[in-house]
Antibody
Framework: QVQLQESGPGLVKPSQTLSLTCTVSGGSISSGSYYWSWIRQPAGKGLEWIGRIYTSGSTKYNPSLKSRVTISVDTSKNQFSLRLSSVTAADTAVYYC???????????????????WGQGTLVTVSS | QSVLTQPPSASGTPGQRVTISCSGSRSNIGSNYVYWYQQIPGTAPKLLIYRNNQRPSGVPDRFSGSKSGTSASLAISGLRSEDEADYYC???????????FGTGTKVTVL
């Protein structure tokens, strides 16, 4: 049973870079047809997709965050990571990582088929 | 910046049927499959429906999904107290070239 666990600082100062890591256990991050995604949720608000990575290193980001986001993968450690630069209070949220199963048919791919999710980690941006 | 619109709340008594709508556009729901997630407060979301109307193993058949044009719906029949949660729709958006989520609907069991 694949499980995901987020880790990283819970407090980041404004203008600095938020860095989180998602560790995958119970299976290889390189096996199967999966993307690996980051999603966030400000307190009391809805879900926002941040971006995803394939184990080849191919990435896709939310256009609204693209200029500040970098997602990378380390297959040797079975981990993928998120870096969000120039953070402000608006970036305060619970950050989730999730496995994103490729859901393709007829030459097109769909999604998001996020399963499983990590438990989430709260990151607060404050001085 | 939610692109898909849902009603903020819905409610029903135990045993009733509740329906949640999700309104989008041609670039998302109109062109792609819809997925639904259930989030019990304090926990991570859970996949409930994929490809408009397919249930992952373990999801009760009380949950059903449908899609028509640029809108989709999630129905919960035989409402139970454990269904009290937030529900989100999601889809790929061709214009944004990314995933978009709905605004979320809080379901209350009266």
């Amino acid at each position: 049973q694949v499980q995901l666990q987020e880790s990283g600082p819970g407090l980041v100062k404004p203008s600095q870079t938020l860095s989180l890591t998602c560790t995958v256990s119970g299976g290889s991050i390189s096996s199967g047809s999966y993307y690996w995604s980051w999603i966030r949720q400000p307190a009391g608000k809805g879900l926002e997709w941040i971006g995803r990575i394939y184990t080849s290193g191919s990435t896709k980001y939310n256009p609204s965050l693209k200029s500040r986001v970098t997602i990378s993968v380390d297959t040797s450690k079975n981990q993928f990571s998120l870096r969000l630069s120039s953070v402000t209070a608006a970036d305060t949220a619970v950050y989730y990582c999730a496995r994103d199963e490729l859901d393709c048919s007829g030459g097109s791919c769909y999604g998001p088929l996020f399963d499983p999710w990590g438990q989430g980690t709260l990151v607060t941006v404050s001085s | 910046q939610s692109v898909l619109t849902q009603p903020p709340s819905a409610s029903g008594t135990p045993g009733q049927r509740v329906t949640i709508s999700c309104s989008g556009s041609r670039s998302n729901i109109g062109s792609n499959y819809v997925y639904w997630y259930q989030q019990i407060p304090g926990t991570a979301p859970k996949l409930l429906i994929y490809r408009n109307n397919q249930r992952p193993s373990g999801v009760p058949d009380r949950f059903s999904g449908s899609k028509s044009g640029t809108s989709a719906s999630l129905a919960i029949s035989g409402l139970r107290s454990e269904d009290e949660a937030d529900y989100y729709c999601a889809a790929w958006d061709d214009s944004l070239s990314g995933y978009v989520f709905g605004t979320g609907t809080k379901v209350t069991v009266l």
